[in-house]
């Protein structure tokens, strides 16, 4: 168990629709970061939060938006969904900012497998 | 940004035989490589990684080299066993102000009888 915990573990929506997929961190990571796993490809990153501030993007649709809140938990929210938008959504925590001078390991969640038909 | 560059995309090896997955990466100042195992269905888990100021790390039967001059690490797994069999990827972090570790596209290993 890596302490990050993702819900819902699966979601079956329809095109068009919205959803919101939620991540709790471990408990004292500061850094959230939001992944994108399609069908046999690697890991795409979305987007990554640090105490609740936006610190970096990646190859976000403007179709997803997320934030970090408060109590440090965070939320991907995907609207307009399209068919080609199935995919496991992983988030990750880490203590510090992730970069090259921290320890930089990520601790990944069982992920949300979101499923458009 | 950084571009992290993986190969072979699958691997099959013997159990008990050596497997080697190669990585390249485009960032000079990149100094933080990890290794990432994601088991069939699995949440992907830190198995090894290392830094700019080390050749070589050893944690049993799974080591990493780095080259920094040719810019590429890679993964050596010896006496592979059928538990090894999984897709491993390898990730450098992108420099400057935005941090955030760039993945290579995986390598699925399959370790047969």
């Known amino acids: 168990d890596s302490g990050v915990t993702q819900t819902p573990k699966h979601l079956i929506t329809a095109t068009g629709q919205r959803v919101t997929l939620r991540c709790s961190p471990r408990?004292?990571?500061?850094?959230v970061y939001w992944y994108q796993q399609s069908l046999d490809q690697g890991l795409q990153f979305l987007i990554q939060?640090?105490?609740?501030?936006?610190?970096a993007k990646g190859n976000i649709l403007e179709r997803f938006s997320a934030q970090q809140f408060p109590d440090l938990h965070s939320e991907l929210n995907l609207s307009s969904l399209e068919l080609g938008d199935s995919a496991l959504y992983f988030c990750?925590?880490?203590?510090?900012?992730?970069?090259?001078?921290?320890?930089?390991?990520?601790?990944f969640g069982e992920g949300s497998r979101l499923t458009v038909l | 940004g950084e571009n992290v560059e993986q190969h072979p995309s699958t691997l099959s090896v013997q159990e008990g035989d050596s497997a080697v997955i190669k990585c390249t990466y485009s960032d000079s100042a990149s100094n933080y490589f990890p290794w990432y195992k994601q088991e069939l269905g699995k949440r992907p888990q830190l198995i090894i990684d290392?830094?700019?100021?080390?050749g070589e790390k050893k944690d049993q039967r799974i080591a990493v080299t780095l080259n920094k001059t040719a810019k590429h690490f890679s993964l050596h797994i010896t006496e592979t066993q059928p538990e090894d069999s999984a897709v491993y990827f390898c990730?450098?972090?992108?420099?400057?102000?935005?941090?955030?570790?760039?993945f290579g596209t995986g390598t699925r290993l399959q370790v047969t009888l």
């Open positions: 939060y640090y105490n609740g501030e936006e610190r």
């Open positions: 990750a925590s880490s203590v510090g900012l992730g970069g090259p001078s921290s320890t930089g390991e990520l601790f």
């Open positions: 290392i830094r700019s100021n080390v």
């Open positions: 408990s004292g990571d500061l850094s």
């Open positions: 990730a450098a972090p992108r420099t400057g102000t935005a941090s955030k570790l760039t």
